[in-house]
């Protein structure tokens, strides 16, 4: 089928796309095409004279044509080409770049300038992922022992009980009523792979057991999975079913502050999790109590500054410096995600000597 099309110089091909994109004039279903030293942008209609005068003003003169234009892909590649005609073009560089995916439920940050748009921007993202069948909002910053955020559902069925899948272990998670960070999957595969067999594993916040069920899933290790939050500790209890593991995983539904009470002895971990990056350093003397001589413990921080990786080293030596130790190792550190402009998690694994 033919289309009429707006015929302009390849070196106008950018300007010509953002006035005639102002003017909504472009047919978003065909394909811009190149003839010789010419662009060829499809219209849904022909302008009217003021739109006319605006195109003449801006790109001098251009030529009318009719052409065979190839059609777009049905599902768009961005939220950007998705919402282009449903919302403001002012307001197309406010949309989100990035967002969690856990399972098949989609956890995105709206601006409040686009508030309005929420169901709209929810719906599109389901057009480019197809695999997502439920879209929240993120109404409130991680908060509260229970380690969650306020979510408002704003597209696609209501559900916050999902299955997320990554490096061969299955999580059944809900994203309204427990901790869980998709961005952690590397993470949580390079603590995995450093526990040898036989080796003894104490997950401070464990949540669902993402980083105890990976431990236990590549070695025989014994890891003794801590929450505060009763319905972590249960949706870990169903996780333990749902993967075939290496080693054990022992769910306790316990306050971190009191962890020492209850095991029968001190020192008798070889390796301590400490991911709570928020508050870690306050159960820095707990997780030392744990550990053996010579054990490891990874600890997680926010950080920020020109060299974050720094500043959190820093921030560590002096808080292990009024410790009951006798030295300590650092043994490896790194940045883990970002969490907002100039700011970052940060894991610090080292060795402790008592």
Known sequence: MMTEAIKVRSFQGKRAVE??????????????????????????????????NYILDNLGDVNFCVDFFEDRSSRP???????????????LEL?????DVIGDVAIIEIPPELSSFKRIIGEALMRIYPRIK?????????SGVFRVRELEHVAGVFSSITLHREYGCIFKVDVLNVYFSPRLSFERYRVARQVEDGEVVVDMFTGVGPFSIMIAKYSRANVF???????????LSENLKLNKLRGFVYPILADANYVLKLFRSEEFADRVVMNLPENSY??????IGLVKSGGVIHYYCFSGGDDPIMYARLKLIDKLRGCDISDFSIIHMRKVKPIAPYKWQIAIDFKVFK
């Open 282 to 287: 306050l159960f820095l003397d707990k997780a």
């Open 19 to 52: 006035i005639l994109g102002k003017l909504n004039l472009i047919h978003r279903g065909k394909k811009i095409k190149k003839s010789g030293d010419f662009i060829l942008i499809p219209l849904i209609r022909r302008p009217n004279r003021d739109e006319l």
């Open 77 to 91: 590649r961005s939220l950007v080409d998705a919402l282009i005609g449903l919302i403001p073009n002012s307001k």
């Open 95 to 99: 949309l989100p770049r990035s967002f």
């Open 134 to 142: 439920a879209v929240f909002a993120k109404k409130s910053a991680v």
């Open 225 to 235: 999975s801590i929450d505060i939050n009763p319905r972590a500790i249960s949706l």
